[in-house]
Structure formats: C-alpha cells, structure tokens
C-alpha cells in the first residue's frame, strides 16, 4: 500500500462502496503520448465481505479513442474485503493525445452470491491541470 495522505482524490459512493481516485502524469514521448499512472481505493463500508473481481474501465482519449480495460482481477489479485476494510490498487495507462477520461467500474461479489456493480470517480487525465507528482512507481 502507497502513502497518500497529501493527495487530493476524487471520490464517488457506489451503493455501500466509497471508492477514491487520483491520476499522476508521469512521463510524455515525442509522438505525443503521455503516461499516466492512477490509484484507486475501495472501501467496503457494507454488512458483507465482498470479493472483487474484475475492473471495467474505459479510457476516451481526446483523439476520441476509446480504450478498454476489462482484466479479471487487481494486478493478479481477488481481494476480499471484510466490512469497514479497503483495497488500493495502482497501475498505468498510455494515451494518445494531451488529454483524456478515465472511467468505469469494478465487479465484485458479496457473501450471499450476488454481483455487485462498484462506480470508479471519472478521471480526467490532463495536462492542462499538472499536480504535484505523489506516485511512487515501483
């Protein structure tokens, strides 16, 4: 797990689920594409153990290309998730273009079976608003 304590994230609350997000501009190539990486945290504030499964993101970039991330689990992992526990998951993204949005929603599974759709705050990856770099890639 990462220290984020100085960084200022988005946050949407998905049914019982708060999730957090914050994107970092790491690096731009001379074709033009920016790297970006983005840190997402998921927080089970339901009555339920959960275990996520999946992600399902979109990337729109502003050349309007759409770039699909549908992987089955986090990096390799299914983290279950107890009530009042969180999950932070970090990875990177290539886009064309100055800007782009990242957007979408990770699916889990509570204890009784049941498929849960958990909303990811959108994501704008800009240049046009450089933060303090707060990434610490490894």
């Known amino acids: ?11 949407v609350q998905s ?21 970006w990486a983005y840190c997402l945290r998921i ?5 339920q153990k959960i275990r996520l499964l999946r ?17 089955e689990g986090f990096n390799g ?6 009530p009042g526990e969180y999950f932070e998951f970090e990875d990177t993204a290539v886009i064309d273009g100055r800007a782009a949005v990242l957007y979408g929603s990770c ?5 009784s079976g ?3 759709r958990i909303d990811i705050p959108l994501m704008q990856l800009s240049v046009a608003n450089p933060r ?6 490894n």
């Open 107 to 111: 699916v889990a599974q509570n204890e």
């Open 43 to 47: 927080e089970n504030n339901s009555s």
């Open 132 to 137: 303090p770099n707060k990434f610490a890639i």
């Open 1 to 11: 797990m990462s220290d984020f304590e100085d960084v200022d994230f988005s946050f």
């Open 114 to 116: 049941e498929t849960i």
């Open 15 to 35: 049914g019982d689920f708060l999730v957090s997000a914050y994107p970092e501009q790491l690096d731009c190539d001379d074709n033009r594409r920016e790297l």
């Open 55 to 71: 992600r399902d993101f979109c990337i729109t970039d502003s050349l309007g290309q759409n770039h699909y991330d549908l992987s």
């Open 77 to 82: 992992e299914l983290p279950d998730l107890e």
